[in-house]
C-alpha cells in the first residue's frame, strides 16, 4: 500500500516532480512555495517587456542588399564548374 503524502519526503517527490511538465513544475514549485499564481495580465506584461531588449545593439551593413561579387554569384547560379571549390 502506498504511504500517505504526509509521510513522503522531498527525495521522495523529487523524481516524481521530474516527470512533470515545466508548466506543472512551476506551478507545483508555487504552491509548496506558497507564492501567487501568475495571472494571465503578469505574463503579457513581462513577455511585452523583453520585445525592445535589444533596441539599438545590432547593425546591418550599408552594402548589405549589395550584389555579390561575380566570383560568388556563380555559385548561385549554377554556372561554376565542378572543379571550382570555394
Known amino acids: 500500500m502506498a504511504e500517505p503524502a504526509e509521510k513522503l ?16 513544475q ?14 494571465g495580465d503578469d505574463l503579457l506584461a513581462r513577455r511585452r517587456a ?3 531588449r535589444y533596441a539599438g545593439r545590432g547593425w546591418i551593413s550599408e552594402d548589405f542588399d549589395a ?3 561575380p566570383e560568388i554569384q556563380k555559385y548561385f547560379e549554377g554556372s561554376a564548374d565542378e572543379g571550382d571549390a570555394l
Open 50 to 52: 523583453g520585445i525592445g
Open 26 to 39: 512551476l506551478r507545483l514549485a508555487r504552491t509548496l512555495l506558497e507564492l501567487e499564481p501568475e495571472t
Open 9 to 24: 519526503s522531498a527525495d521522495d517527490l523529487l523524481p516524481l516532480a521530474k516527470k512533470l511538465p515545466r508548466g506543472e
Open 67 to 69: 550584389p555579390l561579387p
